[in-house]
């Protein structure tokens, strides 16, 4: 039961995060494809340390800076005010 004029929760699915161990879904995407990418390139040592130490390496620039990878993800699909191909 809610108080009077709290919203009633719709679906619980859309307000839990989608973060698993503390990353975004974009982060394990992009940790996930390099570390597949350099296994299928022939350095297969390399990819099975570089997965852990990539998502330590992730984890503790979330921990510090929460944002940095939304920020990131962002900026990639702004363009300049002044750009000349817009016209």
């Not at 390099?34 to 852990?52: D, E, N, Q």
């Amino acid at each position: 039961m809610t108080k009077r004029g709290e919203p009633l929760p719709i679906n619980q699915a859309m307000n839990r995060p989608r973060a698993k161990l503390g990353l975004d879904l974009s982060a394990w995407m992009a940790v996930t494809f390099v570390t597949v990418t350099v296994f299928l390139v022939g350095f297969r040592m390399l990819a099975i340390f570089s997965f852990p130490l990539m998502v330590g390496a992730a984890w503790l620039i979330v921990r510090k800076h929460p944002k940095m990878f939304q920020l990131w993800g962002l900026s990639l699909g702004q363009t300049s005010y002044y750009d000349p191909r817009k016209h």
